[in-house]
């Protein structure tokens, strides 16, 4: 029996009401967008978008890669890959994963000790990020003699440390943990406190501050820059790529408007809604602060190990804030060698804090390298990471050749 004309009638005006009723939500998303910048996005949406599972590392090179990981669906493996255990942490209270690179011909028990590179991941990154973009194209200009032999650390500094989500908690606890000692946990403690000393205890590396690189992207840039305005006297070989340099970078209250001096101002008020990545749909939804700050920044609702107070958010970005830092009490940076570049279409607007931050570093004395900061054409992703490695190896190999 075929379709009743009057039913026919009412599934084509059903399905013309549904197409209208999709055009006129989406003209209200672009009137909005137009009007007052992108519409937040809640942040489990952004959890579920960004939250990709981490590639597992596969090494087959001539050197060693030592894995302190052992309960992980991405140990890394290859034949050149060794398990050993995780780093017990007394300081976080669990097993956290370590991945250790030792170049081709490592040896204990050479004169000179190895220069070693600690490498900070970003929000979204685990210890197996740095190990993915870095370890083959590292091995690569070694073996060219392009760059000397380094040894890589790389730590896991996600909240959970096990890539995992605990559902009882209102955040992602795979989200980062900033690299600060906060109510999350004490990672900045857990850094200098666990990690270097076991690191520098077990392996033939330099521990003068010349042999120590950081080197770090997004939040990881962050965590090369705070520790390095806070601890100046342990690294002085410094690469942060598009770091998270001014946590209240403001331009009318705009954390995403291009640069102006006469119009900048640091952000001194909450709003968890406030955008910090209008990328999304070419502009139309954006990340928001509560997204890439408040699991940590507001881990004082409840008085915990750390922190006792509940402050504004603000206030706590500000006392951790690589730029309020320099701005308010900036330590002599003379010793101090950067390499620090952002592409001209980071989403996260990480170029113009550059044009913050570059002058705050020399005027507290660092030599800041390359000259052109600011790439065309580069994005806030890990293939800007890949496509620059080359130049930061060979920036490295002088730097560490003249500090040798």
Not at 144 to 168: E, F, K, L, R
Not at 338 to 344: K, L, T, V
Not at 381 to 391: E, M, R, S
Not at 392 to 398: A, E
Request: glycine share 8%.
């Amino acid at each position: 029996m075929g379709t009743s004309p009057s039913r026919l009638r009412i599934a084509v005006k059903t399905l013309v009401y549904s197409v209208l009723g999709v055009i006129a939500v989406f003209a209200l998303v672009l009137t909005y967008a137009a009007v007052f910048g992108p519409l937040p996005l809640p942040p489990s949406v952004v959890d579920n978008a960004a939250m990709g599972q981490e590639p597992r590392p596969f090494y087959d090179g001539d050197g060693v890669l030592i894995s302190h990981i052992t309960d992980d669906p991405i140990i890394p493996e290859g034949p050149g890959v060794v398990i050993e255990a995780p780093l017990a942490s007394d300081i976080l209270g669990q097993e956290r994963p370590l991945i250790i690179y030792l170049p081709p011909g490592y040896d204990e028990n050479r004169r000179e000790a190895y220069p070693v590179i600690f490498t900070f991941h970003g929000s979204t990154g685990r210890a197996q990020t740095w190990i993915n973009l870095l370890i083959d194209p590292l091995e690569d200009a070694i073996q060219a003699g392009v760059m000397p032999p380094v040894v890589v650390v790389s730590g896991d500094y996600s909240i959970s440390g096990n890539g995992t989500d605990d559902p009882d908690t209102p955040f992602d606890d795979r989200r980062g943990a900033r690299y600060i000692n906060s109510n999350r946990g004490r990672f900045r403690d857990h850094f200098f406190e666990e990690i270097v000393p076991f690191v520098f205890e077990n392996h033939h590396v330099r521990t003068d501050p010349d042999g120590i690189v950081l080197m770090g992207n997004s939040m990881g840039g962050f965590g090369v820059l705070y520790y390095a305005l806070t601890e100046p006297d342990f690294s002085h070989v410094l690469v942060p790529i598009y770091p998270t340099a001014d946590m209240r970078y403001g331009i009318k209250g705009d954390k995403i408007a291009p640069y102006d001096p006469e119009l900048y101002r640091p952000i001194d008020t909450d709003n968890p809604k406030r955008i910090v990545n209008g990328a999304p749909l070419h502009g139309l939804f954006g990340v928001t602060e509560e997204w890439i700050y408040y699991a940590v920044f507001d881990s004082d609702t409840e008085p915990g190990e750390v922190w006792t107070d509940d402050l504004p958010v603000w206030v706590r970005l500000k006392d951790h804030n690589p730029v309020d830092i320099l701005r308010d009490s900036p330590p002599n940076l003379s010793t101090h060698r950067y390499f620090i570049i952002a592409g001209d279409k980071d989403e996260f607007n990480s170029d113009d804090v550059l044009k913050v931050l570059i002058p705050l570093l020399e005027s507290a004395g660092a030599r800041v390298d390359p000259e052109t900061n600011i790439i065309p054409g580069g994005f806030h992703d890990g293939q800007f990471v890949i496509d620059h490695l080359g130049d930061i190896f060979l920036w490295l190999s002088v730097i560490l050749a003249d500090q040798d």
